[in-house]
């Protein structure tokens, strides 16, 4: 469980609060209008930026105090995060060490993840030789190999068309089925949202309300999100 213990974030005149938690399994849709803080919330739990009061706890742990790459889960951005200099095998093996020195059982588990997220034999490749969906089956590659419980995506298949985006999503929602995998996803979409979220959170009016099954929230909008479908 992912718990936001009276967690207040500031930046400069910009509030937000949030008191609740995430069950961990499935997918939770982060949801909310352009400058709402769905980002900075992110950004919060996964400890580039401190809140300026309460506690953020992963399974129990309180990780407020923990940098980033201490804490149980992985981010993927919009911009992938792949080093331009390093090929598709070398990227795809910082998630399991920094220095790359990877033993041969550890080539393998590189080479297994890669082969499940459709990118065998691209290993030589350089990220300017890859489509953007392959640059984002990359970077899931890379925090997949990561192993965290937790998976934060700040809107990181937003920049593909339809039908890479669906691509995308489908296999999310299966990795994180077959994987044990909690996922924390911020969409502006809410066919996104309906397509592979268990349950959706909304960010409005400063605030985050606690996460509610999707077909029960789409059905019965509160005021925000009718607002902001413009119901």
């Known amino acids: 469980m992912l718990t936001l213990e009276g967690v207040e974030i500031a930046l400069g005149d910009f ?3 949030a008191d609740t938690d995430f069950p961990a399994g499935g997918v939770t849709a982060l949801m909310g209008a352009s400058g709402s803080g769905k980002s900075t919330l992110l ?3 996964a400890g580039f930026l401190a809140p300026e009061r309460g506690r953020i706890r992963i399974d129990g742990t309180d990780v407020t105090g923990m940098a980033p790459g201490e804490r149980p889960l992985s981010i993927l951005f919009q911009d992938q995060n792949l080093f331009p200099h390093l090929d598709l095998a ?3 093996g910082l ?9 041969a059982g550890e080539r393998a588990r590189r080479d297994a993840v890669l082969d499940r997220v459709g990118l065998a034999g691209m290993g030589a490749r350089l990220p300017r030789d890859l489509s953007g969906g392959q ?3 990359a970077a899931l590659a890379r925090a997949l190999l990561r192993r965290r419980p937790w998976l934060l995506l700040d809107e990181a298949f937003s920049a593909l068309g339809p039908a890479l985006r669906g691509e995308m999503l489908d296999l999310l929602a299966a990795t994180a089925r077959d994987d044990g995998l909690s996922v924390l996803m911020v969409t502006h979409d809410p066919q996104d949202a309906r397509r592979i979220a268990d349950l959706i959170a909304l960010v409005a ?5 606690a996460p509610a099954p999707t077909a029960a929230t ?3 909008p509160p005021p925000a999100l009718r607002a902001y479908l413009g119901k």
């Open 15 to 17: 509030r937000l609060s």
């Open 43 to 45: 950004s919060a739990i």
């Open 90 to 92: 070398r990227n795809v």
């Open 95 to 103: 998630g399991l060490r920094p220095d790359l020195r990877l033993d």
């Open 135 to 137: 640059q984002s089956r």
């Open 205 to 209: 009016d400063g605030a985050l309300t």
């Open 218 to 220: 789409f059905a019965d």
